[in-house]
Nanobody
Framework: DVQLVESGGGLVQPGGSLRLSCAAS????????MAWVRQAPGKGLEWVSA????????LSADSVKGRFFISRDNAKNTLYLQMNSLKPEDTGVYYC?????????????WGQGTQVTVSS
């Protein structure tokens, strides 16, 4: 079974840092593009950052550009999100997302999420 398990969330003061991890299993991790998506309290899903299957290409939302950095270790089947200079508006549940296309069909999976709270 495909599993994505996030960890590393918690309570942090404004200006602080956190590093999220997403451990993947049950599929060929290196064949999937990966992303982090978050949901603030009472709001919809917001795409945060994405990385290609080989890790050579990344994209980030304007709201986190220069503060958040996505990376992956295909040998460890793990996705990361380094979050620096955190702001209260970064508060939310952060989800790990995996996606690939095979023979014209999209295969995608979500993790269960990890809570990030930025507050003094």
């Amino acid at each position: 079974d495909v599993q994505l398990v996030e960890s590393g969330g918690g309570l942090v003061q404004p200006g602080g840092s956190l590093r999220l991890s997403c451990a993947a299993s049950g599929f060929t991790f290196s064949s999937y593009a990966m992303a982090w998506v978050r949901q603030a309290p009472g709001k919809g899903l917001e795409w945060v950052s994405a990385i290609s299957n080989g890790g050579d290409s990344t994209l980030s939302a304007d709201s986190v550009k220069g503060r958040f950095f996505i990376s992956r270790d295909n040998a460890k089947n793990t996705l990361y999100l380094q979050m620096n200079s955190l702001k209260p508006e970064d508060t939310g549940v952060y989800y790990c997302y995996a996606r690939t296309v095979r023979t014209g069909s999209v295969y995608a999976s979500w993790g269960q999420g990890t809570q990030v709270t930025v507050s003094s």
